[in-house]
């Protein structure tokens, strides 16, 4: 077994024994944010121009940039929180342009495994797949990005999972689909649009949460109807019904038995994370 591959299964073993102490089981999305705080960490949003940052202390501080993508926040979370749990001390992730970069440093080989098994957990990846009778072979770009919107990352980060860790997806498929994004599957299914971001939610959704920010758009299915002032509805589509999130706060959608609580921050929200869904956020950190 190289380096490398020892070194990611003991970040899986690591994330899958928090998942479970956090009272998840091998399949679902979490709250990597409540996760965090269950451990003692106190999450902050700040206006600075990093990726994060994991700061020792008590109580131990993990800060996220409020202006990089809300999903690539979740997941520099986890990535500070695999610090934490590992013991790496105080880090700071400088920013980058792109998805998260491979490194050759192995305590940032155990972040980036911890916080994509952490988000991702194979047993749960493979099932939303299955659960919708496709392969991420098999997936259109629409396709995965229900998926990524269902575990709470980017795009090109579960593809990069899912062909560079998992296995799941051929080179020449990861290709095809990096030709896509996110902006071109909604103009493609919505037409051009002023939203920020798209969170695309299918009848298959696991998901109990779905994070937004104020100027996002949410795709729900046909015949969900939706409880809150946060989201507005905006469109009709055969097998969609187009919302747009509006204020701060909880909505709750209802569609085929489930209820999931769409959670709308301020856009590029700075405070504690705690309070980012919270209508009125007086509340600052000491």
């Not at 490398?4 to 479970?20: D, I, P, V, W």
């Not at 944010?33 to 020792?56: P, W």
């Amino acid at each position: 077994m190289t380096n490398r591959r020892s070194l990611l299964l003991e970040a899986n073993e690591a994330a899958a024994r928090l998942r479970e102490a956090a009272g998840y089981d091998d399949l679902s999305p979490v709250d990597i944010y409540q996760v965090a705080s269950d451990v003692g960490a106190r999450v902050l949003f700040v206006d600075l121009s990093m990726e994060g940052m994991f700061s020792q202390g008590t109580p131990p501080r993990i800060l996220l940039s409020s202006l990089r993508p809300l999903a690539r926040r979740n997941f520099t979370c986890a990535h500070e929180l695999g610090h934490m749990v590992f013991d790496h001390g105080s880090t700071i992730d400088e920013l980058y342009e792109d998805d998260r970069p491979e490194s050759h440093q192995p305590n940032e080989i155990m972040a980036n495994g911890f916080a994509a098994f952490m988000l991702m957990p194979t047993l749960g990846l493979r099932s939303a797949f299955a659960r919708r009778f496709i392969s991420a072979e098999t997936a259109s770009p629409a396709e995965i990005l229900t998926i990524a919107t269902e575990f709470g990352v980017g795009y090109e980060t579960l593809i990069n999972h899912l062909h560079f860790t998992l296995k799941d997806l051929s080179e020449p498929r990861k290709t095809l689909l990096l030709k896509s994004s996110p902006k071109a599957i909604r103009e493609q299914l919505f037409g051009p649009s002023d939203a920020v971001s798209l969170a695309l939610v299918d009848l298959k959704t696991s998901a109990r949460n779905i994070d937004v920010e104020v100027g996002h758009a949410i795709s729900l299915p046909a015949g969900a109807s939706v409880a809150g002032n946060a989201i507005n509805h905006v469109g009709e589509y055969p097998t969609f019904r187009l919302f747009s999130a509006v204020a701060p706060g909880i909505a709750k959608a209802s569609f085929a038995g489930k209820i999931i609580n769409i959670r709308v921050a301020r856009y590029r929200f700075a405070g504690r994370a705690i309070y980012r869904h919270l209508e009125e956020t007086d509340e600052q950190d000491d």
